[in-house]
C-alpha cells in the first residue's frame, strides 16, 4: 500500500470525475482571478498557481531560491546562480542548523514569490474540497540548471547538492504544513522536466544518480510527514519504470503525447496500482494546444490509451480508479483565454470519461 495510506484513501473517496487539478504556471496576473478559476474548475484538488507573467519570482527556479545555500539570485537577468562569493562552510552550518531543528519558517517562500498560496488557502477554508495541491521543483531538474566555476552542473558537487535537495524538501513541508492548517490535506508534486533528457548528451547523468535523488527527496519527507501524498510530474517521455518504482504516491505525465510510452511498462505500471497509489494523466495538450484540438478527439486519443493498457493486462476499470486528471504541463506561457479553455476541457473531459 501507499506510504501515506489514510490520504490515499481519502483520494480513492473522491469521484473520479472530480479527481481534476493542475500544473503549476498560469498566465493570470492577478491572484484572485487565478485562484476563482482553478477553484471552479478543480473544486476537489485545487492547485497553488505560479503568475509568472504578474513576477519572474514565481518561475520554478527563483520561487524556491530563498535561503538555499551558497545561492544568489540575478533580479535583472531572473535566475539563480552558484554565488561563489559566499562563506560555503558558514552557510552550510546556518542551514543544517535550521534543519535539523525543524524551522520550517526558516524555509517558507516570501509572499512575493508566491501571492496566490495565502489567496487560494484563504479561499479554501471553508470550502469543501478535502485537498489542496502544491509543488515544488524537483532537486535533479534545479541541480542540473546551476553550476559551479567549472562549469559543472551543482549536481556533482556533493555537498551542495544534498543541501539543495534536502532545502527543497523542506519548501514542500512548509507548504503542505499551511495547508494543514486550514483543515486540508496536502498534495505535494515534485516538478522534473529534466528527467525528460535522461539518456541524452543534455543530461549527463545516470539514471540510478537521478534517482538517488528522487530517493533521497521522497526519504526525508516521508520521515517528517506521513499525511501527504508525493506526486513526480515529468512533462516528457523518460525512464517510467524507474519513476514508478520510485515510491511515489502519484505519476504525473503528459498522456497526451507520452501515454503509449507508458504503455511499454506494463509490469511496472501493475505493481503500481496495487500499492493503492495514483497515476495523474495530462489529457489535454499545453505547448500543443491549438483551437483545433476539440473534446471529442481528446476523448478517443485517451479511450485508445486505455485500450492500449487493456491489452497489456491492465482493465480500464484499474486504471480509472486510479486517475487523476490535469493538463499535460502548465499552462503559464499561453494565452490566458487558451488557459481557461484547456482547465475546461480536462474538467469536462474527466466527467465524460469516469462513466467508462
Request: with cysteine; aromatic share 10%; proline share 6%.
Amino acid at each position: 500500500m501507499s506510504e501515506s495510506g489514510k490520504a490515499s484513501d481519502l483520494l480513492r473517496s473522491v469521484d473520479r470525475g472530480l479527481r481534476v487539478t493542475g500544473i503549476g504556471s498560469v498566465p493570470f496576473l492577478d491572484p484572485d482571478e487565478a485562484c476563482d478559476l482553478i477553484l471552479k474548475h478543480c473544486p476537489m484538488i485545487p492547485y497553488v498557481p505560479q503568475l509568472l507573467k504578474r513576477d519572474p519570482r514565481e518561475s520554478m527556479f527563483l520561487q524556491f531560491a530563498e535561503n538555499l545555500p551558497c545561492l544568489g539570485v540575478n533580479y535583472k537577468k531572473m535566475h539563480v546562480f552558484f554565488d561563489r562569493t559566499r562563506d560555503m562552510g558558514k552557510e552550510l552550518d546556518r542551514f543544517y542548523d535550521n534543519l535539523k531543528q525543524a524551522h520550517y519558517d526558516w524555509f517558507r517562500i516570501s509572499p512575493e514569490y508566491c501571492r496566490s498560496l495565502p489567496v487560494l488557502l484563504e479561499k479554501c477554508r471553508t470550502s469543501a474540497n478535502p485537498f489542496v495541491k502544491t509543488q515544488v521543483t524537483g532537486p535533479v531538474t534545479y541541480l542540473m540548471s546551476l553550476a559551479k566555476g567549472d562549469k559543472r552542473p551543482l549536481i556533482y558537487d556533493d555537498a551542495l547538492a544534498e543541501a539543495v535537495t534536502l532545502g527543497l524538501a523542506m519548501k514542500g513541508l512548509w507548504q503542505a504544513n499551511e495547508i494543514k492548517k486550514i483543515g486540508k490535506t496536502p498534495l505535494l508534486f515534485l516538478d522534473e522536466p529534466s528527467l525528460s533528457e535522461l539518456g541524452s548528451a543534455y543530461m549527463p547523468i545516470t539514471t540510478e544518480k537521478a534517482r538517488s535523488f528522487v530517493d533521497g527527496f521522497l526519504g526525508f519527507i516521508r520521515k517528517r510527514d506521513r499525511d501527504l501524498l508525493v506526486g513526480l510530474h515529468c512533462c516528457g517521455n523518460t525512464d517510467w519504470g524507474m519513476i514508478l518504482e520510485s515510491g511515489v504516491d502519484i505519476v504525473s505525465l503528459d498522456s497526451y503525447s507520452c501515454g503509449d510510452k507508458l504503455m511499454l511498462y506494463p509490469k511496472e505500471t501493475s505493481r503500481f496500482l496495487k500499492r493503492g497509489v495514483f497515476i495523474a494523466f495530462g489529457i489535454v495538450p499545453t505547448s500543443e494546444y491549438g483551437n483545433w484540438i476539440t473534446e471529442n478527439a481528446l476523448y478517443d486519443q485517451f479511450m485508445s490509451i486505455l485500450t492500449g493498457f487493456e491489452e497489456r493486462g491492465i482493465p480500464r476499470g484499474e486504471l480509472l480508479d486510479h486517475a487523476i486528471f490535469t493538463p499535460a504541463c502548465g499552462t503559464g506561457p499561453l494565452r490566458p483565454r487558451d488557459a481557461r479553455r484547456i482547465l475546461e476541457l480536462v474538467a469536462s473531459l474527466a466527467g465524460r470519461i469516469q462513466d467508462r
